[in-house]
Nanobody, 125 residues
Framework: QVQVLESGGGLVQAGGSLRLSCAASGRTFRTYAMGWFRQAPGKEREFVAV????????YYADSVKGRFTISGDVAKNTVYLQMNSLKPEDTAVYYCAVMTTNWVLIRSANKYDYWGQGTQVTVSS
């Protein structure tokens, strides 16, 4: 079994910053990518950012590009999301996701095998 644990959510004023952390552990497995998705009330889950280990590359949703930075350590199966210049529209539950197959469509939630329980991020105006 694989466990995915997120931490770091909270309440922050618009313009502020938060850093989310995620660690995957459990049975032996290889991760090809780890990413972040978010879901706001009444909306579908959406892609935020991902880091692809074998290409050492990162990808972002247009809505967060330039404000959020994803980083991590493949040896530790750990990923971080530094969120700066937060806006009220960033309010959502943020989920960490782990991909164990080398899919091309890394922005699609259904390509991820393991998910964390989610951490709430609330940005007040």
């Amino acid at each position: 079994q694989v466990q995915v644990l997120e931490s770091g959510g909270g309440l922050v004023q618009a313009g502020g910053s938060l850093r989310l952390s995620c660690a995957a552990s459990g049975r032996t497995f290889r991760t090809y990518a780890m990413g972040w998705f978010r879901q706001a009330p009444g909306k579908e889950r959406e892609f935020v950012a991902v880091i692809r280990w074998n290409a050492d590359s990162t990808y972002y949703a247009d809505s967060v590009k330039g404000r959020f930075t994803i980083s991590g350590d493949v040896a530790k199966n750990t990923v971080y999301l530094q969120m700066n210049s937060l806006k009220p529209e960033d309010t959502a539950v943020y989920y960490c996701a782990v991909m164990t197959t080398n899919w091309v469509l890394i922005r699609s939630a259904n390509k991820y095998d393991y998910w964390g329980q989610g951490t709430q991020v609330t940005v007040s105006s």
